[in-house]
């Protein structure tokens, strides 16, 4: 009876822990929606400086612009920081008070310097998936072609 249950815990336990890890590849248009939320989702658009923006907890909420049509596009949440000390990697630096264009800089998988206009591909737990709020917590930046 004690392996017979083992072996049931250690069964639900490896079914949770495979769950889905692998990231969806969505197009704009279907990522908010409180289907994907909590979900680690793939988007690929355009990274724009928002009209507005803020910046807490480590990271800044940056503008998202994908493929045509009217519908809610999440905002990109990139972390201000490295977890791997030294290291510039799916990140993006803090902007200074007064900051311009040109002092926004954006660091892909291989810490390549992202610029604004350039296509990326970002990789991330969707939160919110509402129309009211919708955000990717970036965990990998992509640039493409």
């Not at 197009?27 to 929606?33: D, Q």
């Not at 909590?38 to 994908?66: K, Q």
């Not at 201000?80 to 264009?101: A, F, I, R, V, W």
Request: net charge neutral; hydrophobic share 35%; aromatic share 6%.
């Amino acid at each position: 009876m004690k392996i017979t249950t083992g072996l049931a815990i250690l069964s639900l336990v490896s079914a949770a822990s495979c769950g889905s890890e692998t990231p969806k590849l969505l197009p704009a248009s279907e990522l908010c929606n409180k289907v994907y939320k909590n979900e680690i989702v793939m988007c690929e658009g355009i990274v724009r400086l928002p009209d507005h923006f803020y910046s807490a907890g480590g990271s800044v909420t940056m503008a998202f612009e994908a493929p045509g049509g009217k519908y809610r596009i999440p905002a990109l949440k990139i972390k201000t920081y490295s977890e791997t000390k030294g290291e510039k990697k799916n990140m993006m630096d803090l902007l200074p008070s007064g900051y311009t264009e040109e002092d926004v800089r954006i660091y892909d998988q291989n810490g390549q310097l992202v610029k604004l206009g350039d296509k990326i591909r970002v990789t991330g737990e969707l939160l919110g998936g509402l129309d009211d709020w919708c955000d990717i917590e970036v965990s990998k930046i992509e640039k493409i072609k």
